[in-house]
């Protein structure tokens, strides 16, 4: 009898330990997934902190330099499409994250042009809102490239810890995938080239 209790004790104290294991891995796996999701949400945060701000260095610009109409046209219509496109933490796949990326490169790519017509005409470089809009859209940038690198520090992060043994089986049996980085757009790794 005494040694059925022990046993049944033993069992019971292992099933308890795995039992709190399991539950500390699913745990820490659930903190790590919203870590990375609310990464993600600061970066769209930042990318529309940048669409919000178009407008105004837009009408700003059209004042000074209405005949580049092109060129502002450019940028409202690249603003509308990058505002267009949502990710959602469900539904993060790398293709969605490309078109994603790919939208927020034209509407980078129209912004510099903009600020190429600011440099090619002195009155509106030197008006006091146009420099604000440019501190403003450069600050922009900056915390977008923060907030891409953080967040993709909390995917490398959660990634890493779903993919562990033997985490990797719980992670597996209550469907923790794996997510997508940020990664640089195509042509990135050349400098741009800057005409005026």
Do not use: C
């Amino acid at each position: 009898m005494k040694k059925s209790l022990i046993t049944i004790i033993v069992i019971a104290v292992v099933a308890l330990g795995l039992f709190s294991w399991a539950t500390g891995a699913y745990n820490s796996m659930v903190e790590m997934q919203e870590k990375a999701t609310t990464s993600l949400a600061n970066v769209q945060s930042a990318y529309q902190r940048r669409a919000d701000l178009i407008p105004n260095l837009v009408e700003t610009v059209k004042g000074y330099a209405a005949h580049e109409k092109e060129t502002l046209e450019g940028v409202v219509n690249a603003r509308a499409k990058a505002t267009s496109i949502n990710l959602e933490a469900g539904e993060l796949t790398p293709e969605k994250l490309q078109q994603f990326q790919a939208a927020q490169g034209e509407l980078s790519s129209a912004l510099g042009r903009l600020i190429a017509v600011g440099e090619a005409y002195p009155d509106l470089k030197a008006n006091e809102n146009f420099r604000e809009l440019q501190v403003q859209l450069e600050g922009t940038e900056n915390r977008i490239n923060e907030a891409r690198n953080k967040y993709n520090t909390a995917v490398q992060d959660y990634n890493v810890t779903i993919r562990r043994f033997p985490k990797n089986i719980f992670a597996g049996m209550f469907g923790f995938d794996k997510m997508t980085k940020f990664e640089a757009e195509a042509g990135a790794e050349k400098a741009p080239e800057v005409k005026f």
